[in-house]
């Protein structure tokens, strides 16, 4: 399985129209439906910036399906009328992180997909936010990391594992990079939770085993859209 993450990065003020051209096409449904999990707008990070997630079998899969968007005419007008909407465009491939605990929705054993449950409501927790963490890591350390996260990370984490989307490494893109998501009911929650975690013995022994691994950690806080088509992860009877 490997799991795309997308990033549009709209000119000032222009990321409002690509949301209303999405509104224009009626998100129908087309040959990228099921491999949608969520679109998100960007609250810190990149001023306006889009982001979204899609999971495939393979490269192939993913490579096949987009021939065929592609090669419809009124996908290509829709696609000559959005691109000049944004400064920057780029995607990357992550894969499940090689422990079972770390990939409860998205591995090569199972994988969520559009018309099973929600992981969260987001009608009913209308300030839901997903906490998106990238850590970058010296090359050849990422072994060491897994074992350090088998050794201390899954025990600290224990209780907020209801909370996890999923922790993934790069397949294509940026190497010796981890990905970890996690949802939250709000701001507040996710605040009291990161500081809940600083207090566990066990996070501080994670933390200090990885950090001469770490070269970089960028988090983003990510909103999912409010519209059920676009964010099929966070809403109900979308299928």
């Known amino acids: 399985m490997i799991f795309e993450r997308r990033a549009y990065t709209p000119r000032p003020g222009k990321g409002r129209l690509f949301f209303e051209a999405q509104e224009r096409t ?5 040959p990228l439906w099921d491999h949608k999990v969520s679109y998100f707008n960007a609250l810190s990070g990149p001023t ?8 495939y079998e393979d490269l192939g899969e993913w490579q096949a399906t987009y021939d065929v968007v592609y090669s419809n005419e009124m996908v290509q007008e829709y696609l000559g009328h959005v691109r000049p909407l944004f ?3 780029g995607y990357e491939f992550f894969a499940p992180a090689p422990i079972e605990q770390l990939s409860p929705y998205f591995s090569d054993d199972k994988r969520w997909t559009v018309g099973d449950p929600p992981i969260a409501d987001f009608e009913e927790q209308p300030e839901l936010v997903v906490e998106e963490q990238i850590i970058s890591l010296n090359p050849g350390a990422l072994p060491d990391y897994w074992e350090a996260y088998r ?3 899954l025990a600290a984490t224990q209780d907020i ?3 996890l989307i999923g922790v993934f490494r790069t397949l294509l893109g940026t190497q010796y990079q981890v990905l970890i998501l996690r949802w939250h009911q709000n701001l507040c929650q996710m605040s009291a939770s990161n500081a809940a975690l600083r207090q566990s013995s ?3 022994a994670f933390q200090d085993a990885i950090t001469p691994m770490v070269s970089e950690q ?12 676009m964010a099929p992860l966070f809403y109900k009877g979308v299928s």
């Open 26 to 30: 009626g998100y129908p449904k087309n």
């Open 48 to 55: 306006d910036q889009i982001v979204h997630y899609w999971t």
């Open 87 to 89: 400064l920057k465009q």
């Open 151 to 153: 050794a201390h990370g």
């Open 161 to 163: 594992s209801e909370s």
């Open 202 to 204: 066990a996070w501080q």
């Open 218 to 229: 960028h988090t983003q806080i990510l909103s999912p859209w409010a519209v059920p088509q």
